[in-house]
């Protein structure tokens, strides 16, 4: 790959059609103005429009369960609490603890030793707890430390407990369950005001992996600078003096020109066609799809997955993936129309 100094080769191979289908995926992954609120709603424990949360409360997140239940991706959840961190100064992000443990024999010993392993490495009162907690399968066992209160031990000393264990080198401990774990350094005055200014900021974040995509375009495309050159000032770095040109790319050849002609001349993706939209429609009409989120109904037209259009099994519905050759934008405003809401409403 050139890092031993020595003359490399780089091939670059596209499909100008491709460009349509990542466009869709930049936008897919993009929550709607309605999810961000909801995630907010969730992380300050808001019942009746009042959070449960004061300055100085610690709250613990499972961020995979709250992507999962609020429709949309863990690492949008992860990026939106981010930004609350950082943009906004209204949390702290401290140390992340894990809810739970998978235990196995080092040694291929069966389970129904795991108790005595543990009693003679661990304290009595905590061995006495693990013992009772211990949720034993086939090959392995589960510890779920939020049953924990039940048994008069706290967390650091089965936190402990798990560490004796694998310095034993009897045990093999596997964490699993993580919690993020976040300080409220301030409220906010407003939750509705909040999703409004992160919604804008997603928005721009969409605006600029577009742009990045058309970065990649106008790669391809150029005919007027060597590529070689352009990549090599995208890195940060400047040909030496003796650096020469050697690859195809600029000098007028025709096999540059053709593949520059190739996608700079690539279709745009079509108006939404009205027999598909019909079957969309109809199903909406029918309650097969959902119509309290355009962006979720968007994405079923599209072809894209989330959890609330696997969960409510669409991914068989004729109506998935009908539309993939239609851009999103189009698709969208055709969504909002038929649900009656704009994607920005919270």
Known sequence: AGRDGLPSECRLL???????????????DSPSARSIRKVLEDFYWVKDGVSSLRVG?????????????????ENVVRMLLAFIDIYHGLIETLTPKYSSYRLQSARGLPLSTFRDTIFRLVPANVAQALSSMLVLKQTWAHLDL???TTHGVSRDELVQAMRHLEDSGEVKVFAAGVLQVFKITAMPESINDLARAETIRFKEREAREMGRLNQVVQFITTTTECQSLILMKHFGEQPGKDWICTCECYKGGTKAKKGAVAMSQRGKMSAVPAAAWAVIADAVASGTLPSDDPRLLTRVAIGTKSPRITKLRLLSHPAFGSLQTCSFESVLTCCEKLCGRKDSDL
């Open 14 to 28: 596209y499909c100008p059609s491709d460009m349509d289908i990542l466009e869709n995926f930049a936008r897919c």
């Open 57 to 73: 409360s610690i709250r613990e997140v499972a961020q995979a369960a709250m992507a999962k239940e609020n429709d949309l991706q």
């Open 146 to 148: 939020d049953q924990r």
